[in-house]
């Protein structure tokens, strides 16, 4: 009997592909080194079934040593980087078991890294005349159907243009990020003497070069004036707002004019006009519409909501979440999938109203993917499941059928009122068929607007009309899911890796908040790269090389071509990097409260009356103080110590009692304002210096 | 004081009159406060047509409104107080 090898990505992926693989549904299970794989028998052939761990190798320096730059790579099994016990033996064991298989198959997830983890294994177990031979099983969902159809159509194969273009981008990002990642911590030790983990990529330069642009359009916003006239009339008892028909006005007197011409004074219908509108169902859901409305709906972090879409995945309920396709293939049985997702008690109403239909249509959006169909549920569910998973589930699966529903119907009203010539609207809107909100029901976002029954001439009384000032507003503060969305339309980062690249630049310190605001680490890089290597943040070098990674896959180019583009692209940045570090480190290190720098001034020295006193950092113990900037000429001597916590700034004002500059000292929300001499007592009260 | 002292108290005076960031080449203020008067300038513009307000009664109106952005406010600070 023939004995085929198949590699899975995850355990639990593995035990549903063997269950689905034996002629039985019951394969033998089995354990070594702690690790479990299953044994199926399918015509004449027994499959051994195995997990990998994700990635069992990684790139790596071909030398040892702590320095840049570094522009060659190895491959190496992952344990020997992370010294992980439990990969270690996943290695080992698909080791053993390859010594009595005679065929190979990956049953990895069928994407980039899928290709890249089966054949990085296969290609460290066999011989090359052998990997040649080993296949591919390409699949969307872990539901036994289509496991069966994959392996019925595995391919002779491995699926080698999109493992090149897997492993030309690992070796890609790898070498942008350690080269830059060390210059940037090489900097700030030379600069500060000490190390701080920091990190900058391909990715994640032109990432913090987006929140930057933000940050500085919030922080240097000035609001302007505007009036706006807000005008209620009540109708039949109830109270409509009606909306000038210059949604805004510039100057205060002109506001206040047609407010107290109109306050108070009879309106009348002058014009009443209606039209129906039709709203389209939705598109079914790529990863990124997951990731947005699963915040919108429950505030789920994008890595959450992946997190979360990978369960359901791993269980067979719902196809392959990383996925960019907004479309369902007509290869997909509609029908199939309503009939099971008809057993599930929620469902039952909408999947039947659904399979009454004579035929199915589903709404497809724009974006497509190669490899994978937008989200979609299988049909099948598993009653324990998690409340996070369930309420995924949900809104998956609602998505799913409300984008196969029909256009919902709304009648929209304007009626035009003048008043003492003056033109305002009442406007509503009201949902005459609901179509496919019927089936996204409590995720739809339409708000209804109803008017009361009005007539051409029909005379409305007493309209109250006041003029309202109002500021314009900054732009607001992007979130994750909103960053992402950015990330997708800048074409930087993909979409299994986006929702990473941002969890890193939190853990960095470069941004904080739900609503993100970037820090003043995170500013610092930012200026430092833009100063000395701004390609590093533009979009365009990031966007090219994706552009070369997906032309590999369509085999166009190759992996030695791309990674040479790569490298020529790095070298004049990371060289400037190089030449600079002292100076990069002392503007980073400002922001880390660098030992060696010297913050603005606090005001003029009560000692010389000529020098400044500014704060100063004390490189061998950390510590800061205010001395008088005469000292480097041997002028004056003059310093005092200053507290160690909070944020000190100076107020701009000579101290009432002994002349020192007066200080502001902001501890969380609490300021306090103070002499920066320790002797005063000027808002002192018992304030500790030095400590 | 050692000689990287030295360069970074020399430093010092090149800095911005609000933080500790360098400062515009012929200017006194960083790219950042810069960039914030200069929309101060351009908002003024917009406040005089509205309101008719002169500039101190500009910066001291602004100052009271939430939406002004942190470095505008630092920048409206340090014009109020040389108004002053």
Redesign the interface.
Known sequence: MKRVLVICEKPKAAERVAKALDDNGAPREAKSLGVPYYISRREDKELIVVSALGHLFTVTADRRGWSYPIFETKWIPIHEVTRSRRASNHLRLIESLAKEADEFVSACDYDIEGSLIAYNILAHILPAERLKDAGRMRFSSLTKEALLEAWRKRSGTLDYPVIEAGKARHEVDWIFGINLSRALMSSVRRAMGRFRPMSIGRVQGPTLNFLKERE?E?????????WALEAYAVIDGRKYRLEYYRPYM???REALEIASRCDGENGYVELLSSSRRSIPPPNPFSLGDLQHEAHRVYGYSPTKTLKIAEVLYLKALISYPRTSSQRIPPSIDLREILHGLRGIEAYRELAVGLLSRTHFRIRQGLKEDPAHPAIHPTGYYEERLRPHERRLFDLICRRFMASMGEPAHTLETDAQIEVKGYRFHLRGSRLIDRGWMSIYGPFSKYKEETLPPLKHGQIIERISVRAERR????PPRLDQPSLLKLMEREEIGTKATRSEIIETLFRRGYIEGSSIRLTDLGLAVV?ALEKYCPEILSPELTRYLEKQLERMQLSETNSALVLKDAVEALKPPLYKLKERELEIG?EIG?ALGSP??????LGSCPRCNTGKM?I?WN?RTGKRFAGC?N??KGLCSNSFPLPQRGEIKAC?EACPICGAPLITLKRGRIFRKLCVNHECSYGRGGEKHGR | MNAAMEGVVKNMEDRCLICNRPRMSGGQLCRYHQQAYDRLMDAFISWRTALNVDWRGFLEEVLKLPEIGEWAREVAENLLKRAQ
């Open positions: 500085v919030i922080r240097t916003f000035v609001p302007t004036p505007f510039e100057r205060e500021n314009t507003k900054p200026d002392l400002s060696s720098h010297v913050e603005g001034s500014m100063i490189k900037s000292y480097i701009g």
